[in-house]
């Protein structure tokens, strides 16, 4: 299983971005999906996640603002990115959950993409 997340680039703050993940093969179709980020000298964190029921979750820093969605038939997540801030700047990695529902751990995720980067400037 293939992850590729792109869409990535550079923004103003106050600007918006979309990011897609593709799944080579839809292994994803029944799991959960995840969006993480890792600025440079952080820890990877996380940004949000969907189920397999459509149920999302965000990390607090990104309520709001950013939107979570997935075409389970296509086995892609999009991630809306509004309102950026100069503290949005990261790598963001997509990744598919062990199960039909995950939460902000990187261990509820089985496969992960090598990332997008997203630059917001002030």
């Known amino acids: 299983v293939q992850l590729q997340a792109s869409g990535g680039g550079l923004v103003q703050a106050g600007g918006s971005l979309n990011l897609t993940c593709a799944v080579s093969?839809?292994?994803?179709?029944?799991?959960?999906m995840g969006w993480f980020r890792q600025a440079p000298g952080k820890e990877r964190e996380f940004v949000g996640s969907i189920n397999w029921g459509g149920s999302t979750n965000y990390a607090d820093s990104v309520k709001g603002r950013f939107h979570i969605s997935r075409d389970i038939a296509k086995g892609t997540a999009y991630l809306r990115m509004n309102s950026l801030k100069p503290e949005d700047t990261a790598v963001y990695y997509c990744?598919?959950?062990?199960?039909?529902?995950?939460?902000?751990?990187?261990?509820?995720?089985?496969?992960w993409g090598q990332g997008t980067l997203v630059t917001v400037s002030s």
């Open positions: 093969r839809r292994t994803s179709s029944n799991n959960a």
């Open positions: 990744a598919v959950g062990l199960r039909p529902y995950a939460g902000g751990k990187p261990l509820d995720y089985r496969y």
